[in-house]
T-cell receptor, first 117, second 111 residues
């Protein structure tokens, strides 16, 4: 089946530093990847939609200069949290949509736990 | 606007009990409907789906039927196990193929 990986699975960083999270589709090509943030009470928030070769589309209220998204290839998207602060601590999840697929061909990564101290 | 409303949790049941997690949606047109599951410490997995009215999605003993008239997609299982303990998310795809999510329902099954 389609597999999506994320790296790292968890990261601790100091306030003011930047952290990069990678999302890879391992056995399929994904023209579109999504980045979500999951809050402690489990609700998922879509942060942005990332299309290969073009700029990401950010949801309302998400700072694009703080959460930099790059989708450089059909199998890799990265999320960089710049100048991280403790309030950015969260669980970040990516998903990848199979090229030409409909919504039910969206596969999720295992998530990355970010802790900012 | 588009939205999904699902039961607030946590839902706590004993093993072998009957499970229902309610989900209703507000959408234009006829979206595809999904249930995702997130086991402790893991990522989201598609549990089941239904793409048109009266379709029944099923997997691992779970079922949900696409009810257009009531805009609902309730999740059911006849006999739950401890291993079913997880967070369950109801969702549908909008016209841009983005997923619209419910808030999630935490299910706790006690032996």
């Amino acid at each position: 089946g389609a597999v999506v990986s994320q790296h790292p699975s968890w990261v601790i960083c100091k306030s003011g530093t930047s952290v990069k999270i990678e999302c890879r589709s391992l056995d399929f090509q994904a023209t579109t990847m999504f980045w979500y943030r999951q809050f402690p009470k489990q609700s998922l928030m879509l942060m942005a939609t990332s299309n290969e070769g073009s700029k990401a589309t950010y949801e309302q209220g998400v700072e694009k200069d703080k959460f930099l998204i790059n989708h450089a290839s059909l199998t890799l998207s990265t999320l960089t949290v710049t100048s991280a602060h403790p309030e950015d601590s969260s669980f970040y999840i990516c998903s990848a949509r199979v090229r030409g697929g409909t919504a039910y061909e969206q596969y999720f990564g295992p998530g990355t736990r970010l802790t900012v101290t | 606007g588009n939205s999904v409303t699902q039961m607030e949790g946590p839902v706590t049941l004993s093993e072998e009990a009957f499970l229902t997690i309610n989900c209703t949606y507000t959408a234009t047109g006829y979206p595809s409907l999904f249930w995702y599951v997130q086991y402790p410490g893991e990522g989201l997995q598609l549990l089941l789906k239904a793409t048109k009215a009266d379709d029944k999605g099923s997997n691992k003993g779970f079922e949900a039927t696409y009810r257009k008239e009531t805009t609902s997609f309730h999740l059911e299982k006849g006999s739950v196990q401890v291993s079913d303990s997880a967070v369950y998310f109801c969702a549908f795809s909008d016209s841009n193929y983005q997923l619209i999510w419910g808030a999630g329902t935490k299910l706790i099954i006690k032996p």
